[in-house]
């Protein structure tokens, strides 16, 4: 075997592998099967997928699904050709413009100039039916037996995610050119993410990785067992802070340059709060709990002097009904989280990032566990000493005042761990810029 064909077997198969594992964790089917509920493809296709297992083309489904994936997998082929990033999330795009701002400019060669958005698109949508699906005939036999392989020892969202995973791998390898250098991956769980990475490890080419969001903490077991979650090895990885690089290492061995470059967002200095507490913001990851009324509950009942007010995420398509919470209402529609910061005097959060956005921009903000599926403090921002933990039935909400009173170390741990340009003066600032600049400049 040559070496592209070693690589093949050992890049792509053991992440294949390591999806199916993944997704087949109890946190992740529990999602999943959450997600059949709602409106949308995945139903149908998994109502599909058990019709077609009856008369031998199990896995059928989840392919025709990855297919259709491959099409919102949309990948930038900058006009300079020498970087390929993907193009479906904001958060991406967020995160990568983050870091091309910080370095002055040094990730220009990834974004498509407006004017060229339109060809673009037009472009790659022939390039899919014109050459990506002629040439993946061939290989359906094969990817099928995978597929029903999955399934059978995994479950159907391993199987779905690893038909997604392998259609999107055989697209990105068909988008490298010769004037490829690198490719720019965000969200390292994400399966376009994953399959851009293989592709570019394959194809010998460098690779640069920007966060979609705050990883678990070190503090988080669940992720560290049984050896699922992705190691650290792209030549160029952009983090948020220590938090993030310390769960790396608890992962296994990190390799390649790395730097901390904060999140995007502009950060203000914490507000001072009012002596009388009276709205209280409670913002949710994208899946809750069975506990999680109960836990609205005892708040409700607990606290009929405060005002609550829920920002439920974004993604979620069903949300829970609030009657017989008189004291509890929904955010407003539309509403952006730095809105929904200065709306509110405070604010309790789960295990989502976005309470990293929110206390960037000076809302003080506490723990509540409960709230959702994922572990306790999953991204440890209590375990690091920066907020406080709320436990309804102990604490006043004036445990607020005292923390960030007397814990006058929370700033500096929240710079160190979670946002290395919290508040950074522009000597620090100048310093990454050059840093990043003559690092990406061997590449580009």
């Not at 014109?130 to 061939?138: A, E, N, Q, T, Y």
């Not at 406080?388 to 741990?413: M, R, S, V």
Request: net charge positive; charged share 20%.
């Amino acid at each position: 075997m040559n070496r592209e064909q070693v690589l093949f077997i050992t890049v792509f198969y053991s992440t294949l592998k390591q999806i199916a594992r993944f997704y087949s964790a109890p946190t992740q089917v529990a999602v999943f099967n959450s997600m059949l509920q709602s409106p949308g493809s995945m139903g149908a296709h998994f109502k599909l997928n058990t019709v077609l297992e009856k008369i031998g083309l199990g896995g059928l489904s989840w392919l025709i699904y990855g297919v259709r994936c491959a099409v919102l997998f949309k990948a930038n082929r900058p006009i300079f050709g020498r970087i390929l990033s993907l193009d479906r999330y904001s958060n991406h795009r967020d995160n990568i413009e983050h870091v091309n701002d910080i370095s002055g400019g040094a990730l220009q060669p990834a974004f498509v100039p407006q004017v060229q958005n339109t060809r673009e698109k037009f472009l790659q949508f022939l390039h899919f039916f014109c050459v990506f699906l002629p040439g993946m005939v061939r290989h359906i036999p094969k990817t099928m037996r995978i597929i029903q392989s999955i399934q059978r020892r995994y479950g159907w969202a391993s199987a779905m995610q690893s038909a997604c995973y392998m259609v999107a791998f055989l697209r990105f390898r068909k988008l490298f050119t010769q004037e490829t250098r690198a490719v720019i991956t965000a969200c390292d769980f994400g399966i376009e993410s994953l399959a851009l990475k293989s592709a570019a490890r394959i194809g010998g080419l460098k690779e640069i990785f920007t966060m979609h969001g705050q990883v678990p903490s070190k503090f988080s077991k669940d992720w560290l067992t049984d050896d699922f979650y992705p190691k650290l090895k792209s030549d160029f990885s952009f983090l948020y802070g220590r938090a993030a690089l310390e769960f790396y290492e608890a992962v296994g061995e990190t390799s390649g340059k790395i730097f901390f470059t904060g999140f995007r967002g502009e950060s203000k200095p914490l507000r001072v709060l009012p002596d009388t507490i009276k709205t209280v913001g409670i913002a949710f990851a994208n899946y809750l709990d069975d506990n999680t009324l109960e836990v609205l509950k005892a708040l409700s009942k607990g606290y009929p002097e405060l005002r609550f007010s829920l920002r439920f995420h974004p993604g979620m398509k069903s949300k829970p009904s609030l009657e017989g919470y008189p004291n509890m209402e929904l955010a407003p529609k539309g509403e952006s989280i730095e809105e929904f910061a200065a709306r509110v005097d405070c604010a309790l959060f789960g295990n989502t990032g976005s309470q990293l956005d929110v206390l960037k921009v000076g809302c003080p903000i506490a723990y509540l566990n409960g709230l959702d599926a994922f572990g306790y403090d999953d991204i440890g921002l209590v375990q690091y000493g920066v907020i406080p933990e709320f436990i309804p039935g102990q604490h006043d909400i004036t445990l607020l005042h005292q923390h960030y009173k007397q814990n006058t170390a929370w700033a500096e741990k929240f710079r160190l761990y979670y946002d290395a340009l919290y508040q950074a003066d522009d000597a620090a600032k100048d310093a990454l810029r050059r840093d990043i600049q003559v690092a990406l400049g061997t590449i580009l």
